[in-house]
């Protein structure tokens, strides 16, 4: 296909598609009256129920009972393959991996978003500092993963060789000898968490800091009154008065982190030990085409997400309460 | 989410009062030490992506043999990394995976926001039993990771014929985004008030007379907040499309190729530097255009994903 027909094909898409949308609206506007409002509301949600249906809660639903498969399911081995996920070794190096980055990327994300509101806030340059750190946002996984291959970068130490990566070259500087930072287990697994923090670091401080800068100043005020110091400012107004956003921070990111594939794959393809559940899923379930095992994978990645997402909706109604 | 939602969003500073007890417990606070901190922050985080910005402009001789760093004692600048990934005929090319991108992108933003501005009005304005279940329902999808709808979503897609066409990938980035967006376009609507829509009834107006004279203009930064969020995520996606796109030139986007000549060996770093940054440039570009409303988004729900 040339790209002039890519395009093509996706102009008729789109054209299809308004056309549809057109017709719902034709016929609801037919619909007169306070009478047809059910079915105007029929109307307007079909194609939204539809899409759902059999794109989120059909496949869903399927995955789930596959997980009580085998490799190829078609015969039902009961908890077979969440028992291979907390026995075998390669699994268990997957279920640790996942945990450090689960761990890890939202604290440390949120510690360095907050430190960085907190220096810059206010400051002459506020604006163009946050850009620094909000770009990485903008970045895709895939992208932040070669920026951060190119500075772990590795050539072997021989004659006339250079090192091309900034990290082993600041270690020759130092005196240091060259590393392989993606090979060596298990330090290679904090080195692509490192890629995470990076980029989650902006998500975190933008919110963090609309938060500090929407506390009342009346507040702030009676503190001052009181003759509260810097530190116990950030400690008796700023910390109580950001938590709910800290919480909603650490939650996203942490939902994030579980599901991350990307990095990993782009970076190591899960080689040499660096393996997390999202992407032993993709691995089991289209290059081992072991669909029981890859469902269970997915499922569990569905149990972790909901206690996260329970934590933050009890947190937030709590907050809403006071 | 919802609260968080509702805090206002100054991202400009207010004017800082000098003089006063917080202006000398500020001034205690961005101390050198502080300003020093900050900048080194700044730097550890720029650095990474300004070495690779300038590696892409390196012959691929030189950006193999020394690092980026000695460009500044031993400059030599040349466009061929940018000239080989954006043709689109040659082994090195890139260009059709570029358009693929462009191709994939703007049906998986267009399509979600009608259906969901749709589906959003009706959970807004017009009462009917069961709405609220029926809410909640799509409400709790977002949770849903869509790594357990993959491969029955494949297998759907193979027995309609669909495999190996952008259709796949535009319903499932579609379908993927609709609870968010419903969430987010019912947030907004609920803020419009009531005697609005009351008023636009009693003068006669149907729904699709309301939904066009009176919500579309005020939902504006819904959308363009939705819209964006949607952008980025559809266009920095790698796990959709690997998964229904394989690598082929045919349909594959940008994220796809990176990734994939990226794992090869004796790694091509001059088309890897060029390709990853006009791939992050036209995301940049949006991003930059319209941050208002992207961090307006952003704090309004980030459970997709």
């Given at each position: 296909m040339s790209s002039f027909e890519k395009f093509l094909t996706m102009g008729l898409a789109v054209l299809l598609f308004v056309a549809v949308v057109g017709v719902i609206l034709f016929i609801a506007s037919r619909i007169?009256?306070?009478?047809?409002d059910r079915a105007v509301a029929m109307l307007f949600l079909l194609p939204t129920v539809l899409m759902l249906a059999v794109g989120l809660v059909y496949p869903g639903v399927r995955t789930i009972v596959q997980s009580f498969f085998d490799a190829a399911g078609t015969s039902f081995i009961g908890l077979g393959n969440y028992e291979t996920i907390v026995t075998s070794s390669e699994q268990l190096t997957v279920l640790r991996n996942t945990m450090l980055w689960v761990v890890l990327t939202p604290f440390v994300a949120t510690l360095v978003g907050l430190l960085y509101a907190i220096l810059v806030d206010?400051?002459?340059f506020e604006s163009a500092a946050k850009a620094l750190i909000f770009l990485?946002?903008?970045?895709?996984f895939v992208g932040a993963s070669i920026i951060w291959k190119f500075v772990y970068e590795y050539r072997p130490v021989q004659g006339n060789v250079h090192q091309i990566g900034l990290l082993n070259q600041v270690l020759v500087w130092l005196g240091g000898t060259p590393q392989q930072w993606l090979v060596n287990s298990p330090l290679n697994t904090f080195f692509l968490i490192v890629v995470m923090i990076w980029i989650q670091a902006g998500f975190a401080m933008t919110v963090l800091s609309a938060a500090i800068k929407a506390i009342p100043e009346d507040i702030i005020e009676a503190a001052r009154l009181d003759g509260v110091g810097a530190l116990g400012m950030f400690r008796y107004v700023t910390l109580p008065s950001i938590r709910p956003a800290t919480v909603v921070v650490l939650t996203t990111i942490g939902i994030g982190t579980l599901k991350v594939f990307d990095i990993v794959r782009t970076m190591t393809g899960g080689q040499f030990d660096t393996s997390v559940v999202a992407n032993e899923f993709y691995s089991q379930s289209f290059?081992?085409?072991n669909q029981g095992l890859g469902a269970a994978l997915a499922t569990l990645l569905f149990i972790l997400v909901i206690p996260i997402v329970a934590y933050n909706i009890r947190q937030m109604r709590a907050s809403e309460a006071r | 989410m919802s609260t968080t939602a509702a805090t206002p969003l100054t991202t400009t500073p207010p004017v800082s009062p000098v003089g006063t007890a917080a202006g000398r417990a500020r001034k205690r606070l961005s101390s050198p030490w502080a300003s020093l901190a900050a900048v080194v922050l700044g730097i550890l985080w720029t650095l990474p992506t300004f070495g690779l910005l300038v590696s892409s402009f390196r012959p691929e001789r030189a950006i193999k043999t020394t690092g980026w760093w000695t460009f500044f004692s031993n400059p030599a600048v040349t466009l061929d990394n940018y000239r080989a990934v954006l043709?689109?005929?040659?082994?090195?090319?890139?260009g059709s995976y570029f358009v693929n991108s462009f191709v994939i992108v703007i049906p998986s933003v267009v399509i979600p926001i009608c259906l969901a501005t749709l589906a959003a009005y009706v959970f807004a304005w017009i009462e009917f039993p069961g709405r609220d279940v029926l809410f909640v329902a799509v409400f709790a999808?977002?949770?849903?990771?869509?790594q357990v709808t993959l491969l029955p979503l494949l297998s759907l897609f193979v027995q309609a014929g669909l495999?190996?066409?952008?259709w796949t990938i535009w319903l499932a980035h579609s379908t993927f985004a609709l609870p968010l967006a419903i969430f987010l376009m019912h947030n907004f609507m609920r803020e419009i008030p009531r005697e609005l829509i009351e008023a636009a009834r009693v003068d006669g107006a149907g729904h699709v007379k309301i939904f066009f004279s009176v919500l579309l203009p005020l939902l504006k930064p819904a959308i363009a907040a939705f819209g964006i969020f949607q952008f980025l995520w559809v266009w920095n996606d790698l796990l959709v499309a690997l998964t229904f796109?394989?690598?082929?030139?045919?349909?594959?986007p940008i994220t796809v190729a990176l990734a994939n000549l990226s794992g090869t060996?004796?790694?091509a770093w001059h088309l890897l530097s060029a390709g990853a940054f006009v791939s992050i440039l036209v995301p940049l570009v949006v991003f930059l255009s319209l941050q208002r409303y992207f961090v307006r988004g952003l704090l309004a729900g980030g459970l997709k994903g």
């Open positions: 007169g009256g306070r009478k047809g206010k400051s002459r990485p946002m903008a970045i895709s290059r081992s085409n | 043709s689109t005929e040659g082994s090195s090319a890139l999808l977002q949770i849903v990771p869509i495999a190996g066409t952008f796109a394989g690598g082929t030139p045919e349909v594959a060996r004796g790694t």
